[in-house]
């Protein structure tokens, strides 16, 4: 399941993130803005963005593939909307589409600060269902 491939972004993987939620078709992550993960202007950086949401779309899909499978993104595409800036960045990814080779996701990424949430990126999201390859660490 998804837990072996959460376990990776730990303390010290994508800008600290950490995994909230978990649930079939749904996957919930966050991190805490460092300055490793600023662009120039103080603002998270796109990069990092993008790598959240691929992982929260990724593990939302994850969630329904067969025991015996592995994930691989094939596709994204990301519209930055607002810049991120916060205590906390969150992504959540949600299963559009699941299919026998291919799932459809889409993820939402919010700056929250100041106990308000803005939305600050949108992803549509095409993974590849790779049976009879399990997960490795490798």
């Known amino acids: 399941g998804a837990g072996c491939l959460c376990g990776r972004l730990g303390a010290g993987g994508v800008g600290g993130a950490r995994r909230g939620e978990v649930r079939p078709g749904y ?4 991190m ?4 490793e ?4 202007n103080g603002y998270v950086h796109a990069g990092i963005l993008a790598t959240l949401v691929d992982h929260a779309g990724g593990y939302a899909g994850y969630t329904l593939f067969p025991a015996d499978s592995s994930v691989l ?3 994204y ?4 909307l ?17 299919g026998r080779t291919l799932a459809i996701t889409r993820g939402e990424v919010h700056a929250e600060r100041d106990g308000s949430r803005t ?7 095409t993974l590849m269902v790779m049976r009879g390859k399990s997960d490795t660490s490798g």
Do not use: H
Request: proline share 7%; aromatic share 6%; net charge neutral.
């Open 27 to 30: 996957c919930w992550l966050a």
């Open 32 to 35: 805490t803005p460092r300055a």
């Open 37 to 40: 993960t600023w662009q120039q």
């Open 73 to 75: 993104t094939v596709e």
């Open 77 to 80: 595409k990301l519209n930055l």
């Open 82 to 98: 607002a810049p991120a800036q916060g205590e906390q960045i969150v992504a959540e990814g949600f299963v559009v589409k699941p």
């Open 119 to 125: 939305l600050v990126a949108i992803m549509q999201q």
